[in-house]
């Protein structure tokens, strides 16, 4: 099934230690993105990728880093995870030579930073 | 700044009407999405205006005013699965999403 995939769907994670959030697309999208969500804010975008080899920082970017070695895999990595990027975690990707370029996103992953 | 207001949370009866509101203000217009997000789910593309008017899918529909800054999802004949937190986004001049916080929408039988 056509789709991204993230990994984990849940983690609980002590602060200070490093966590890598997985991100695989099999659409061939060119651009793809990773967002955060809580409670009453809108998702706010971290970092995002247009292309396979370049990536760009979002609204929310301190803390996190991003790479994008092929079209595929987006990987977010907070290096020493603080309480406050507990949140809920979405990949997303898009063709964005396409006239509206939708998003598709991903199920999500459950951080929690204690 | 930018924004994107919409209710917090509203409730319907099943198999009736409802409208859910958007209003904006941004840095430029490109384009202004709804997305449906069920709850622990990912958000899915509902709709996407452009051009003022109204889109109809189905027993969705979707309106944009681009001078007034405002959009409307509009549900009609509800039902239980239509509970879920809807999620309008517009599009600036560079080309970024702003995303509202969403609507809660409650349906009740």
């Known amino acids: 099934i056509a789709g991204i995939t993230q990994a984990p769907t849940s983690q609980i994670l002590a602060a200070g230690r490093r966590m890598t959030l997985r991100c695989t697309q099999d659409?061939?999208?060119?651009?793809m993105y990773w967002y955060r969500q809580d409670l009453g804010l809108g998702l706010r975008l971290i970092h995002y990728?247009?292309?396979?080899?370049?990536?760009g920082k979002g609204e929310v970017p301190d803390g996190y880093s991003v790479s994008r070695a092929n079209t595929d895999d987006f990987p977010l990595t907070l290096a020493s995870a603080v309480p406050s990027q507990t949140s809920v975690y979405f990949c997303?990707?898009?063709?964005?030579?396409?006239?509206?370029?939708?998003?598709?996103f991903g199920a999500g992953s459950r951080l929690t930073v204690l | 700044g930018q924004n994107i207001d919409q209710p917090t949370e509203m409730t319907a009866t099943e198999g009736a009407i409802v409208q859910i509101n958007c209003t904006y203000q941004?840095?430029?217009?490109?384009?202004l999405f709804w997305y449906q997000q069920h709850a622990g789910e990912a958000p899915t593309f509902l709709s996407y205006?452009?051009l003022d008017g109204l889109e109809e899918k189905g027993r969705f529909s979707s309106f944009l005013s681009r001078s007034k800054g405002y959009s409307y999802l509009l549900l009609k004949e509800l039902q239980m699965k239509d509970s879920a937190s809807y999620l309008c986004?517009?599009?600036?001049?560079?080309?970024?999403?702003?995303w509202g916080a969403g609507t809660k929408l409650i349906i009740k039988p």
């Open positions: 997303a990707s898009s063709d964005s030579n396409s006239g509206a370029n939708v998003l598709t």
């Open positions: 659409m061939r999208h060119n651009a």
């Open positions: 990728s247009n292309t396979a080899g370049t990536t």
């Open positions: 941004t840095s430029g217009f490109n384009g």
């Open positions: 205006n452009v």
């Open positions: 986004a517009v599009r600036d001049s560079n080309y970024q999403l702003i």
